[in-house]
Nanobody, 116 residues
């Protein structure tokens, strides 16, 4: 019954912005740290950003630091990824991830395409 459902992807021009959402259900959301990963075509999946259970701490991959913002709304069981100053190299399928010790849950992914 665990579900992570991403939304908000789409086509955006370089320099533009998007906000991704991930709605979680079927587990105790506040017991899990949340992450965003992405996978570009033909590439390995890479970690993008993470946020602790209470939202008190965030971390980012160097490639997105200063441009992306991860946040969570525990009352709504939702994690967000705000993206700005988007570059073509940000094009990828973005995945929501929930983690608690050795347990990982994954969403189905949402496509982000940055192109003029």
């Amino acid at each position: 019954q665990v579900h992570l459902v991403e939304s908000g992807g789409g086509l955006v021009q370089p320099g533009g912005s998007l906000r991704l959402s991930c709605l979680a259900s079927g587990f105790t959301f506040t017991n899990y740290g949340m992450n965003w990963y992405r996978q570009a075509a033909g590439k390995e999946r890479e970690w993008v950003a993470g946020i602790t259970r209470t939202g008190g701490n965030t971390n980012y991959a160097d490639s997105v630091k200063g441009r992306f913002t991860i946040s969570r709304d525990n009352a709504e069981n939702t994690v967000f990824l705000g993206m700005s100053s988007l570059k073509p190299e940000d094009t990828a399928v973005y995945y929501c991830n929930a983690v608690n010790s050795g347990i990982h849950y994954w969403g189905q992914g949402t496509q982000v395409t940055v192109s003029s």
